[in-house]
Every structure is written in C-alpha cells, then in structure tokens.
C-alpha cells in the first residue's frame, strides 16, 4: 500500500480477510488478565468480557499469558507452567467460543502455542527478532506484532515484511508506547495512521501506560489514564484495542498496577464504541 493514501481507505472486505480481521468495521476487543492464573479466573474473565462484548456487538479475543518471559525480578511470578496455562486457554476458546491469543518469546514456542491459540503475539522487545518472526508466520496463525518501545511506527515496516515474506499474510500491529525517559511511556498518536499501512492496527491501552524500571523491581501504572489513551487512540484510527483487566487488580500475579478492574470495562467499551463509530462516519 502506499503509504501516502488515506488510511481510511485501507480495511475493505477483501483486504479485512487477507489479514485475517474478521471486525470488519466494528472496533475489535483483544481483553484478559496479565497471565493465566487459574483455570476458573480465565473462564470468569472470559465469561464476563465475552457477555459485554456481545450486549455492544463487538468482535472479542481473549488474551492471557501462558508464561511471564520478561521480568524485573528472578522472583516476579513467570505462570503456572506451560502446558496447563495453553491448555486453560485452549478450553476457554472451545467452551466460550472466542478467539484466544498469547505472547511467545523464542523461535521454539512458536508451534507450541499455535496449538492452543488462534493469534500469536509478537511482545514489543522482541519485535525485531527475526528467528522469532519467521516461526510465527510459518504456524499459519494471525502474527499480532507490537512495535518495540524503541521503535519509530515506520520501522515496522520491516517487521511485517519478515512476516509477509514467509508465506503468512495474517499481519497485525499493536501500539504499546514508547519509553520517554527512564521509567515512563508516551503514546504517539500518529503511530495509528503511519501503521496502518502495514496491516490492521491495535492499541495497547494498559501496558501504554506503564511505569517500568521502578526501584523495588516491580512495574508501576498509571490506569487512571487508560480511558483517556483508548479514546484518543480510537480517534487517531486504531482498529482495535487491546486491554488487561481483573476482577481485583491489586491482587493479580502480574502487571495489577496498570490494568483495568473488570466491573469498570463495560462503560468504557461503551465510550470507545461511540468513538469509534464518530471517526468512522
């Protein structure tokens, strides 16, 4: 695509099923805890957002975790090992009836979660991996890339390629901030409309608002602002969102600081589907 045309332009039917979203004009929902805990937090997650999506008639993936790969501390929780977390979301997908997704961090785990999951998710440090990458597109299964903390919007260009040029059309892209200083993130707006000549695009909208590198180890959030970042990101065309949620975040295993209480997402899905249905007119 050229990459001067109106992004508005880019997501027809056609080229909606050559990137494996299947949304078509409706604001697509990636949602679930951090990382798979248990089996009976999944299902209630799963349960609770899939009812809520389907009241607002929006496409809903869930996501977990299978395994915590990059950690500040040797004693942060990594998950509840690998094959019972996969198969925890192998059955929320078939019990449910979603789509599911994890994060895969090495060439070798690719195939592993492709056999529990519907999108392989590419996690923003390792975005330039190209072992990684190229595993993932060989699966068969949709490739949700984000862009790397480091990252201009514009080189994920090359990222989409290596995937496209490995046999697998399936590309998406998911915005997730970028480091502005030490320990904090910012979201360029203009990532949305720069990456959407590169494959459908998603905002990360609790992990965009991270405090990472904090001194005792354990990542901070600012989720008072994750409203505020989903709206603008929906108003700047991103195609989806992406969002950690938890019946009680301060007791979560992993990333509770910057993720949504679950009692809290309908109302803000019901502000980003109005959004998303303004920009879109």
Not at 27 to 34: E, F, S, W
Not at 166 to 184: A, F, H, K, V
Request: hydrophobic residues 40%; aromatic residues 4%; charged residues 20%.
């Amino acid at each position: 695509m050229n990459s001067h045309s109106d992004p508005e332009e880019h997501w027809t039917a056609q080229s909606a099923e050559v990137n494996g979203w299947t949304a078509g004009n409706r604001l697509q929902i990636i949602a679930g805890p951090c990382a798979i805990e248990s089996e009976e937090l999944a299902m209630q997650v799963a349960e609770e957002v899939g009812n809520i999506c389907s009241r607002l008639d929006l496409p809903f993936i869930f996501k977990g975790s299978y395994r915590k790969a990059n950690r500040s501390r040797l004693d942060s929780f990594t998950g509840i090992g690998d094959q019972k977390a996969l198969g925890i979301l192998s059955r929320v997908g078939e019990k449910m009836g979603v789509r599911t997704t994890t994060d895969i961090h090495a060439a070798d785990e690719a195939a592993l979660a492709a056999a529990h999951v519907d999108v392989l998710q590419i996690p923003a440090f390792l975005c330039r991996q190209t072992d990684l990458l190229v595993a993932a597109a060989q699966t068969g299964k949709v490739v949700n890339i984000k862009k790397g903390q480091f990252l201009a919007p514009q080189s994920m260009v090359f990222a989409a390629q290596k995937v496209r040029e490995s046999g697998n059309q399936q590309i998406w892209l998911t915005e997730r901030g970028t480091m502005m200083g030490y320990q904090d993130m910012v979201v360029d707006m203009r990532s949305f409309p720069a990456m959407r000549n590169y494959g459908p695009v998603i905002a990360d909208i609790t992990h965009s608002l991270q405090q990472p590198n904090q001194s005792a180890g354990v990542t901070g959030g600012r989720p008072e602002l994750i409203a505020t970042i989903g709206k603008a990101a929906v108003a700047a065309g991103a195609d989806g969102i992406f969002i950690e949620t938890h019946p009680d975040p301060a007791s979560a295993l992993s990333d509770g600081a910057n993720m949504l209480p679950l009692d809290q997402l309908e109302a803000l899905l019901v502000r980003l589907k109005r959004v998303h249905e303004a920009v879109r007119d």
